[in-house]
């Protein structure tokens, strides 16, 4: 038997940081995000003899390791190594079967799209299938958010793993003590299509690792920045206005809000804006553009811009001629899912 599951990367539209540790746990956090039609892929499989070989398919990283020995989770196959001994330990009776695990993404780390945290789940979704185990969807993403921020030491917040289990339009909670609400919104149809029709999504050309930013965004919040902290309150109130107007198709105030949201983001660390960003931005506002923003930490990956969908295709064309490139995309009500073959 094999299986196979995807799990969907993730736009931040609002409150993006405020599901970082310590902010959360003192404050609480609010995020506002919507899933995309691009995957993170896993695949699990019988190993051969008594060994498990792992490979990251799109990347060309490939590990053998001995099922008579523990599994070193340090290195490129980190996230598929550490599902496996975290599965094997809670989950097997701390038994190492042979398996063959395999993982693909439509995007790269780095891109801003969650995309790392969305491989983790697809991974303990695979797990989940391939082993019956019995986890609904708030324990999927919470084993997965342990699994790479407890077990792998990698900095980030919470709201990734959330995204890519559940899916849709979702206002999310984040709490003290891993205490995390998700609330699915329902979106009108026709907002739903013109937003997807004014929404650019272009990419920097330019992978960057977010573990620097988030660090100093939870250095401002331990040292008592109150520029810092005032900045991700604003965050979080950005995040319960974008909720109000999706939920009332209130795009003007959507496109404002966005850009406030941006405009606090980059109050938070240092490092979230840079003269690239910036120029990119100038020349989206010069050809359409009403609202910007980042999506992710920051520093690179893609940008989101909104527009009218008329001067969608010149603002396109406006982007291209700084290099980098557009995502075409849909969004997606879909969250995890896995499946076998026999």
Not at 229 to 256: F, N, P, Y
Request: overall charge negative; some cysteine; proline content about 3%.
């Amino acid at each position: 038997m094999i299986v196979r599951a995807r799990a969907p990367l993730r736009l931040g539209l609002a409150g993006g940081g405020t599901d970082v540790s310590p902010y959360c746990d003192v404050y609480g956090g609010h995020v506002m995000n919507v899933t995309i039609d691009r995957y993170a892929y896993a695949i699990v499989g019988p190993g051969e003899g008594r060994e498990s070989c792992f490979h990251a398919l799109d990347v060309g990283h490939k590990e053998s390791h001995s099922c008579n020995a523990a599994v070193d989770c340090s290195g490129p196959l980190q996230l598929l190594k550490g599902v496996y001994a975290r599965v094997s330990r809670d989950f097997l009776d701390g038994a190492s079967p042979a398996l063959t695990v395999k993982t693909f993404s439509d995007a790269p780390p780095g891109s801003g799209l969650g995309s790392s945290s969305a491989m983790v789940v697809a991974l303990v979704q695979a797990f989940v299938e391939y082993f019956s185990l019995p986890l609904g969807e708030y324990e999927v993403a919470q084993l997965a958010y342990d699994i790479e921020r407890k077990d792998l030491k990698l900095a980030g917040g919470k709201q990734d793993q959330y995204a890519a289990t559940f899916g849709g339009f979702n206002f999310m909670e984040f709490y003290a003590d891993d205490r995390v609400i998700v609330n699915p919104l329902r979106i009108k149809d026709w907002v739903w299509a013109e937003l997807e029709a004014s929404l650019v999504l272009y990419f920097t050309g330019v992978s960057r690792a977010s573990a620097d930013i988030i660090d100093q965004q939870s250095r401002n919040i331990g040292d008592k920045n109150q520029a810092s902290i005032d900045a991700m309150h604003q965050l979080r109130q950005e995040a319960v206005q974008m909720k109000e107007c999706i939920l009332k198709g209130d795009l003007r105030g959507l496109e404002s809000t966005l850009q406030a949201g941006w405009e606090a983001k980059k109050k938070t660390a240092t490092s979230i804006s840079n003269p690239l960003i910036e120029q990119v931005e100038r020349t989206a506002f010069a050809h359409g553009a009403r609202a910007a923003k980042v999506s992710g930490a920051g520093g690179g990956g893609f940008m989101m811009f909104l527009c009218s969908p008329e001067d969608r295709i010149g603002l396109i064309r406006a982007l291209l001629e700084n290099g980098g490139s557009i995502l075409d995309f849909h969004f997606t009500q879909q969250g995890a899912t896995s499946w076998r073959i026999t």
